[in-house]
């Protein structure tokens, strides 16, 4: 931290007033992960249904029916899940908000020393790190304590409607890659289209999945093709002997 002043450490902490701070990006990321996999968990689960369903029968309508249920359904589940998960963490994040807020205004003193610590502890010396926290708390208190203690920005709480909204969305345009791949062609070619479509999204869903958690692709996407070829596999023939053994 040599030779930097109180208010370029300032600058640095309180982060989104000179671009994206790390909890944005992060934020950013589990967005773009969620709806990755939103659209991953669309793609299979479809991919599942209208597999066995014409492993069974050959009906368009059948499968018309069988493809768009569980397009709702699924896309329904993914949202309430999502709210709820997200509602909870909203709601945990705003009772440690209300905390800090009232350490602030009963013991304001001891909070600044709080966070002087935390600066001193990240490698300022003392008079440095008592002017940056001196300098945070007459900016935005709250925001000082929220953003070093609690990791969380009191202007961007995460959001249950946009969140269940994303995550229905992101299911169903992955649900309509194998519900349009086995309505569209011809009954002859319904199964093959299908799983060249299926395999081609998991391919690239495993590969975005991979680049935002910067790990290798060839991974990520080995599993999500062998996880999505599998539920087909057994979907088709969970299709096909329930076609036989109901003489359907």
Do not use: C
């Not at 040599?2 to 950013?28: K, N």
């Not at 050959?58 to 029916?65: D, F, H, P, Q």
């Not at 069988?66 to 709820?84: N, W």
């Amino acid at each position: 931290m040599g030779g930097q002043t109180s208010a370029e450490v300032a600058g640095e902490a309180d982060g989104p007033a000179q671009g994206e701070s790390r909890a944005e990006l992060s934020s950013r990321l589990n967005w773009l992960r969620a709806a990755v996999l939103g659209a991953n968990d669309g793609v299979v689960s479809t991919a599942g249904i209208v597999t066995g369903v014409a492993g069974a029968s050959g009906s368009r309508t059948a499968l018309v029916v069988a493809g768009v249920a569980g397009l709702l359904a699924g896309a329904m589940s993914m949202a309430a899940g999502e709210y709820v998960s997200v509602s909870t963490q909203r709601d945990t994040e705003q009772a440690a908000l209300a905390k800090e807020r009232r350490e602030l205004a009963e013991d304001p003193e001891g909070e600044l020393d709080e966070l002087t610590d935390f600066f001193r502890g990240a490698g300022l010396d003392e008079g440095l790190a008592r002017r940056v926290a001196v300098e945070l708390t007459e900016r935005d208190a709250l925001a000082a304590h929220a953003h070093t203690e609690l990791g969380i920005d009191p202007e961007a709480l995460t959001n249950p409607w946009q969140a269940a909204f994303a995550s229905a969305a992101a299911f169903t345009l992955g649900a309509l890659v194998p519900l349009l791949a086995v309505l569209l062609p011809p009954e002859s070619w319904r199964l093959g289209v299908t799983v060249a479509a299926v395999l081609l999204a998991l391919t690239a869903s495993g590969w975005v999945s991979a680049r935002l958690g910067g790990a290798g692709p060839l991974r990520a996407v080995l599993r999500n093709v062998a996880g999505g070829s599998l539920a087909m596999v057994v979907t088709y023939s969970g299709g096909v002997l329930l076609d036989r053994v109901t003489g359907g």
